[in-house]
T-cell receptor
Framework: QKEVEQDPGPLSVPEGAIVSLNCTYS??????FMWYRQYSRKGPELLMY????GNKEDGRFTAQVDKSSKYISLFIRDSQPSDSATYLC????????????FGIGTKLQVIP | NAGVTQTPKFRILKIGQSMTLQCAQDMNHNYMYWYRQDPGMGLKLIYYSVGAGITDKGEVPNGYNVSRSTTEDFPLRLELAAPSQTSVYFC????????????FGDGTRLSIL
């Protein structure tokens, strides 16, 4: 079993839709949870960062962590064509600057 | 505002050749990392460094070497290139702190033929 599981997609949605991206994990020691966005032929860039359980909102993006279920989600409201990218979940025991385990990424396409 | 710079962007090597992938950061970050990204496999850590003169192996170090003589630079050396090393290589850096994320370069796309 992989430490972090993520559906690779692709996921295609119409512009304006609410997008839900998810990851599950097996290591209960993970405490720091991140979402990175990666555009084609570019490096990943940090989108959201949360510690432990709960929700965090930033504009159109909401990150949720449910440690009891070992499940994290990223919601994108009012999705835009510019959101078309691959979204990588990432997790760490000791913080984002320490050893980070990445999911394989979900490819999202928002259709105008 | 350069961040993490990787060179070259693309390279084709023949089996058995050697090359060095360059990585430089201008954010004065202590930590630097090398990853490879393969389809369906996600990002795998090759080597990392916590400061000049200090390096350590990651998850998939075989076939690679690194050095860190300055804070800014962290080159990755491939000796005797093999087709299994065909991949996209990303360098990243971060500063110390639990809330500090890794900042990535735009990658080097390497093909071994």
């Amino acid at each position: 079993q992989k430490e972090v599981e993520q559906d690779p997609g692709p996921l295609s949605v119409p512009e304006g839709a609410i997008v839900s991206l998810n990851c599950t994990y097996s290591n209960s020691a993970f405490q720091y949870f991140m979402w990175y966005r990666q555009y084609s032929r570019k490096g990943p860039e940090l989108l959201m960062y949360t510690y432990s359980s709960g929700n965090k909102e930033d504009g159109r993006f909401t990150a949720q962590v449910d440690k009891s279920s070992k499940y994290i989600s990223l919601f994108i409201r009012d999705s835009q064509p510019s959101d078309s990218a691959t979204y990588l979940c990432a997790m760490s025991v000791s913080g984002g600057y320490q050893k980070v385990t990445f999911g394989i990424g979900t490819k999202l396409q928002v259709i105008p | 505002n350069a961040g993490v710079t990787q060179t070259p962007k693309f390279r084709i090597l023949k089996i058995g050749q050697s090359m060095t992938l360059q990585c430089a950061q201008d954010m004065n970050h202590n930590y630097m990392y090398w990853y490879r990204q393969d389809p369906g496999m996600g990002l795998k850590l090759i080597y990392y460094s916590v400061g000049a003169g200090i390096t350590d192996k990651g998850e998939v170090p075989n076939g690679y070497n690194v050095s860190r003589s300055t804070t800014e630079d962290f080159p990755l050396r491939l000796e005797l290139a093999a087709p299994s090393q065909t991949s996209v290589y990303f360098c990243a850096s971060s500063t110390v702190g639990v809330s500090q994320p890794q900042h990535f370069g735009d990658g080097t796309r390497l093909s071994i033929l």
